[in-house]
């Protein structure tokens, strides 16, 4: 009889909740509404002890024994369809090194920031308090939900909580969220994307009438009010939550304000059609000494803006439906790395476009934000090529930029670093501290904002395909590897599938398939661009593969204990760079000489502190490798995956090359002078050099200059 009762509870919270939402411009449409009680209506099928409550809202309890499947939201109409479709949050979890990244993470500085650092912790204006109101705490948030919500951790999940229920329970009468001293547009976008992220792991049924009243709010608002400055130039952040909260209750309100956004917000495309920043941005051109900072012309060339702009054109053709707005960001990713791209797969910015010498930098908040534009991108335009953009950043600039422990992180990190050091060289507009490792090195956004890359990450592993309002084409894709586990539904049965592999360090992929019943679907895979000579087996028996830089699909009626394996050849490869140097790449990874270090404690920062790292050993090395067959000329080792795969002492893969010492390239103010152009000619012996993944050396040479032949 109790649990009777608590389903009729249920469903009349659920009939409560369309009723005031219907009172507001038709919030929920009759189909949205019968959606809902059919997702309860599943609810009740699993056992009592699976539904909790929070703040008077239905909740699944987490649980490894018995998983929920939670249907795919799709676009509705009138927007474009998008290619592929995220699966709803919590249905792809980590396992393997990634699990244990995600620990790792959750045990440094992302588990504890709040107890060390002022901005985000109990006096946060985020919590009520008379500390920072702006964008740090909504930053910190982003990163946390996923976190403690993939990990299912108790300690992250309640410390969460305590900010999205000050969100949630201090909306002014206006509908205004957020401390009421700062009334800028920009945090609440990164706010809104918290609560969406929020609401999809825990149904909590205060998040959708928040948002429709803030939304409703900022539109009346917005023509006096309008976009400025961050808000201006990263309203495509937002837009994301419009789409999301449009696809969720169908009130016709958010296309007239997405249309407003995009009317008010800067137009990248438009930048990007015609690129004009090809050079390597000064302090005096943006005439950051005479206050312009946040003039168009800084804001149009800071690093993280670009970073966040590139998923602009897609997210935006969504609304638009038109082809070229969907393709803008292949051209844009293009441009930036004719002009200002690094081997480590990210583009310069420290911290505005800074060139193309690997001695320049890339701003962290830069990572994380690429990142999440490329994993929107990648779903909604379905070009494989941003899969391989993702996981080169993923496994190279992400864990490249962080101590092992995750207790200290730089704001620059630089391909060719060779020390860590209080020397304003070579950033553009950045100061001193900015390749140190701590807490927060130069300024504070990234201490706050880095939290999503690793979390955001595991949620775009695998995608459903398939049309827009016909379940019964749909399929599943993996869409970028690494170990994991996915409990979806797909033609209505549910699908397990675990995925075991040491890639990116590893080629072979596997692939155990268990769907509840027999079902036939297509399953997807993405056969990088430099993955030539790719085979994929299913139960034993070979299939066919499609060529390097598209997908190879799988369509069969798939039964419990399918097993797919797929074996990626990692032939070590070159690219080349600035001045003609070369960089040696094995499957999305890029490897570096790693330099001795000596660390040097600045200073201590409550629970962890503050890092110089000087080189204990010689790094101006030129590389004697055949350019046209290079894996004559490398020796390639391999060992076991381990938990802590990124660290140098447990890389389970270690390139040999021969190399001879080139005297004449040195360091000034403790930064690698430009690379000399290749080739080069060096006197000195030659010697055997060892290479380790990028992200493993905290001291690096990535870009070696060629010796001649």
Avoid at 11 to 34: D, G
Avoid at 199 to 219: A, C, H, N, W
Avoid at 663 to 671: F, M, P, S
Wanted: proline share 7%; with cysteine; charged share 20%.
């Amino acid at each position: 009889m109790r649990r009777k009762s608590v389903l009729c509870n249920i469903a009349a919270n659920v009939t409560q909740e369309s009723n005031v939402l219907s009172s507001t411009r038709s919030f929920s449409t009759r189909r949205h509404f019968l959606n809902r009680l059919g997702f309860f209506s599943l609810m009740s099928s699993f056992p009592f002890s699976r539904l909790v409550f929070s703040s008077g809202a239905p909740v699944l309890a987490s649980s490894p024994a018995l998983p929920v499947t939670i249907p795919v939201v799709k676009n509705r109409a009138p927007l474009a369809p998008s290619v592929f479709h995220f699966l709803s949050l919590g249905s792809v979890r980590p396992s393997g090194w990634l699990k244990a990244q995600l620990r790792t993470q959750a045990d440094g500085l992302s588990g504890h920031l709040d107890e060390t650092w002022a901005d985000v912790g109990p006096d946060s204006g985020w919590l009520g308090g008379k500390g920072e109101s702006w964008e740090r705490g909504p930053y910190y948030l982003d990163g946390l939900v996923p976190l403690a919500y993939l990990l299912n951790d108790a300690r992250l999940k309640a410390k969460a909580q305590r900010y999205i229920d000050w969100t949630l329970d201090h909306q002014a009468p206006s509908g205004m969220i957020g401390p009421s001293t700062n009334d800028d547009w920009w945090p609440r976008f990164v706010i809104l994307k918290a609560l969406t992220q929020y609401q999809e792991f825990t149904g909590d049924s205060r998040v959708i009438p928040l948002m429709d009243k803030y939304l409703r709010y900022q539109l009346s608002q917005l023509p006096q009010k309008p976009l400025r400055d961050w808000s201006k130039f990263r309203w495509q952040d937002e837009l994301l939550s419009v789409i999301w909260l449009y696809n969720r209750t169908g009130s016709s309100y958010l296309l007239e304000l997405a249309q407003l956004l995009r009317k008010q917000g800067y137009d990248w495309m438009a930048q990007f059609a015609d690129f004009r920043y090809t050079q390597r941005i000064t302090a005096e051109y943006i005439k950051l000494e005479k206050g312009e900072g946040l003039k168009d012309l800084a804001l149009a060339t800071h690093g993280v803006n670009n970073g966040q702009a590139i998923k602009t054109g897609p997210v935006w053709s969504q609304v638009s439906g038109s082809g070229a707005d969907r393709d803008a960001v292949l051209r844009m990713i293009s441009e930036l790395n004719k002009y200002h791209g690094l081997p480590n797969g990210m583009f310069s910015c420290d911290e505005h476009l800074a060139g193309l010498d690997p001695s320049q930098g890339s701003e962290l908040c830069t990572v994380v934000e690429y990142m999440f534009s490329l994993e929107h991108s990648l779903a909604i335009v379905g070009d494989p090529s941003l899969g391989d953009r993702l996981e080169q950043l993923a496994f190279n600039a992400l864990p490249g930029t962080f101590t092992d422990d995750m207790w200290a992180h730089q704001y620059n990190q630089e391909p060719n670093q060779v020390e860590c050091s209080l020397h304003r060289k070579p950033w553009t507009t950045d100061g001193p501290e900015s390749n140190l490792y701590g807490l927060e090195p130069n300024f504070g956004c990234c201490a706050a904002n880095f939290h999503q890359g690793w979390p955001k990450f595991v949620a775009s592993l695998f995608m459903l395909s398939g049309a827009q309002d016909d379940a019964a084409k749909d399929g599943l894709v993996a869409a970028v590897y690494a170990p994991c586990e996915v409990h979806t539904e797909v033609r209505g049965i549910a699908v397990h599938i675990v995925e075991e592999t040491g890639y990116p360090f590893q080629g072979s992929v596997r692939f155990t398939v268990n769907p509840a019943a027999p079902v036939s679907f297509p399953l997807q895979f993405r056969i990088p661009a430099w993955a030539a000579g790719t085979t994929i087996h299913i139960n034993g028996q070979s299939a066919p593969v499609s060529k390097p830089g598209s997908f190879a699909t799988v369509e069969r009626t798939w039964k419990a204990g399918d097993r797919v394996e797929i074996i990626f050849p990692m032939t070590p490869r070159i690219s080349r760079w600035f001045h003609d140097s070369i960089a040696i790449e094995r499957g999305p990874l890029v490897f570096s000489h790693n330099v001795g270090e000596s660390w040097v404690k600045l200073r201590d920062r409550g629970m962890t502190a503050d890092w110089q790292v000087y080189p204990t050993s010689q790094w101006n090395y030129a590389l004697n490798v055949d350019a046209d067959a290079p894996a004559k000329s490398i020796t390639v080792s391999e060992s076991e995956v381990g938990e802590g795969p990124f660290a140098s002492r447990h890389t389970p893969v270690r390139l040999s090359v021969k190399a001879r010492k080139l005297n004449d390239w040195r360091a000034e103010d403790g930064v690698a002078n430009p690379l000399p152009q290749s080739p080069v000619v060096s006197d000195e012996p030659e010697e055997t050099i060892t290479l380790i993944p990028y992200a493993a050396a905290k001291l690096r040479i990535t870009a070696f200059p060629k010796c001649k032949s």
